[in-house]
């Protein structure tokens, strides 16, 4: 027999892990009820203290959620912790099983985010709970292995079940060590990088020591992570994740994070979104008799430039976009046109959309232009349109300023394009 | 007149005739009582049913109310006043993104329907409140109710922390079926 199941003691019984699964990123972490697809109270918990800013599991190990199947509800209280923080350990050492394992363990404390275990309430209850399930494993032949913080070791009870490994741990280091299972990198990194070193060995020693200090001060202080999971975000079309990302990294209030994140966005982010906005030509094709107008023949032809223009003319015209793709991969554009005559609120007159290859063309459904005050915008992704429609249905439908600045904020901060052009009346101009 | 060709009539005959009047009055009485108690919801209930607390008989009532044409349209019109927010029937053939059936976009909230990694049949419905200015009042719903094929669903919300809710539900589910009916309609208040 080999491999570990783990035990998570409660009042009432012990609950057993049955299975643990990495979901997609954008999943919240949830505990299961096995077998009925019921959430527990505690998923909330459990999903702060696996995601990233709060959580460890995503520190230590990486993904950034979980489904986590147990055997009997868990209802309230943070005393799981140690026992979810070793099964993802095990897990990711791949020691961890659900049955006919060579050891149980059962861990009760709460797992702070620098990683030590503190002591939790109710320990002789939870033991006399768990006391059937415990005595028939010894009895089966396993190793049971019972660990709980250091401070709860008085509060053990006197006729304590024979045959158990107690552990008394400060830490989830020595909680791996007690079960005899090796600890993420990481964390071996973070905690030999805090080890001093040892006075005379001369200059050199000296010089050399706080060369590796301040770089290890600067590995330690670069969000590595964060700005990995940002970028991966971005690559994934996950647009929505990667402005949550970029958040917590500003609320670290960390001066090299903040310092990072300005670079990303300015020479990845934002010089994409530009890149992006310059890579379509929108041309107008008019019907030159509509209204018999020969300004409307004009128009036929022209390449619209972005920004502010002179006004359309008065009677109006029926046209259709041409929008050509200079991009270097296959783009997705959203394309809307608005009158803009009522300030408060605008009109729209056509939502269009397309998938186009490099050097491809679309043509948007006719419209009459006919406004004095009529916007056209178009918003440019090489990423799903999902994570950004809603975005680009926000700034067209704005009725002010404001939330038309906010939305185009999120789209350009994330790497989308923003093609606009404004007709305005001349006297506007002037 | 003719007497002859009239039978006597038997005291059993006579028995068995006021018996069967008997039966079926008895029986048109009973149609009639169940016609009664299965056709009126009143307003209270439909009101409350919004805007009240969950109850486990929740669903029963709702299963009364989809088969009941009044009571459906009365409801629909309580949904639409108290409602937080409605995502309306789905433009399928606008839909240009490739995830569609895993997401049903909307003004004022976005649904997803992503599958467990695990591949047993469990789904997350995620509910994702749109970055706009009604964040913080959307923020506050608490259940969610679904009209799908004449059916009207409800199911409570968890708390909408950073803007989404996500609910477990197993395959199978009438609201995942509701999620993939583009004629549905959802409501959260």
Known sequence: MSGYEVLIPTTRHAVKVISITAEAPDIRSVVCLNKTYQALPISAGYEQFVRRPTGIIEKLLGPSAYRVDVSAPITQGDSWQLGLALVHILKHNDEFVDHGGGTLIWASGEVDNQLRVNSVDHIAAKIEASREILQSAIENGQRVILLIAKRNLSDLPSGIISGMAVFGVSSLAESCEAIGTKMPKQLIFSQASATPAKRGKGKALAVLGSLVALVGLLVFNVPFQSLNNS???????????????????????????????????????????????????????????????????????????????????????????????????????????????????????????????????????????????????????????????????????????????????????????????????????? | MNNKSQKPVSTEDTETAFLMILNAQKAYQATLNKQQTSSHISVRQLIRLVTGPQTSDDQALLNQISSNFNARRQFRAILNTTALATQHRQAAAASTSSQAPHHRPGDEFDLYLRASSKDDGLFYLQLVISETAKTTKLSTAEVLFAETQGLFLSLPLPNIIEGLAQIVLPKGHPMINAFQDPEAEFFIR
Not at chain 1, 304 to 313: D, F, Q, V
Not at chain 1, 372 to 392: H, K
Not at chain 1, 406 to 423: K, P
């Open chain 1, 231 to 430: 970028y991966q975000y971005e690559q994934s079309g996950q647009l929505r994740m990667l402005r949550m990302e970029m958040r917590d990294m500003r609320r670290q209030k960390n001066w090299v994070a903040t310092n990072a994140l300005y670079f990303f966005e300015v020479m990845y982010l934002s010089a994409k979104s530009k890149k992006l906005a310059s890579a379509i030509t929108i041309k107008i094709n008019a019907e030159a008799d509509t209204n018999k107008q020969n300004k409307c023949r004009n128009l036929n032809g022209l390449v619209i430039n972005a920004g502010r223009l002179p006004s359309l003319p008065d009677k109006g015209c029926k046209v259709t976009f041409e929008v050509t793709s200079h991009a270097d991969n296959k783009i997705r554009i959203w394309l809307a046109t608005i009158d803009r005559t009522s300030a408060n609120t605008p009109l729209q007159l056509l939502k269009n959309g397309a998938e186009i290859a490099p050097g491809q063309q679309f043509f948007t459904p006719a419209v009459a232009i006919k406004s004095a005050n009529f916007d056209l915008i178009a918003a440019i992704s090489d990423r799903d349109d999902a994570a950004w429609r809603g975005w680009f249905d926000n700034l067209v439908d704005a009725g002010s300023i404001e939330i038309a600045n906010l939305e185009m904020d999120r789209l350009t901060s994330t790497g989308v394009g923003i093609f606009q052009a404004r007709w305005r009346p001349y006297n506007e101009l002037e």
